[in-house]
């Protein structure tokens, strides 16, 4: 049992965003004007990474995997060291308190993320109960189009991420 995991957006939302944000406005290291993507390569700290992965996210996807016994294969662009100023994701989610497995992750970066989790899909030749996909991005829905699978997919908000509600929504997919 697989759960394809995003990260942005799904272990977090607009408030830790905000977080991260206003601390490195604080810290001088960003101007009013600029984004967090705007941070210079040479000021990134894990410190700031894990300010955007939520405790409180983080213990939802430890119950779910608690649960089912489900492993992660990661589809965020967090799955990129290049996207993450060189720091793994792995290592950001344990130390944020993520206690489960990381069994692999989509490939080269295609059209959408509906069409990378399709190819992974297909590659392991998965079966519609065998997983699940936790993302916010709305062309996850290629995934089923391009699989003909039914649809695994819990959509989360941007703004908020993963809730208790997708919580009984995943464990219903993927119970037996
Ligand atoms: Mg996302």
Redesign the pocket.
Known sequence: MYIFL?????LNGDQEYSRLRKSLRDAGLLSHKQSVLDLKPEHAREEHLLMLLSGEKISILNELIQKTGAEIILS?TWRNSDNLWGFEAETLLKKAGFQGKIAGKTGESLDSRGAEIARKIKSMALEDGDYIIL???PTTKDARILTGSRNRWIRTA?SKGLTPRHLSQALDLLAP
């Open positions: 995003d990260i942005d957006g799904v965020s993302d916010d991005d941007t």
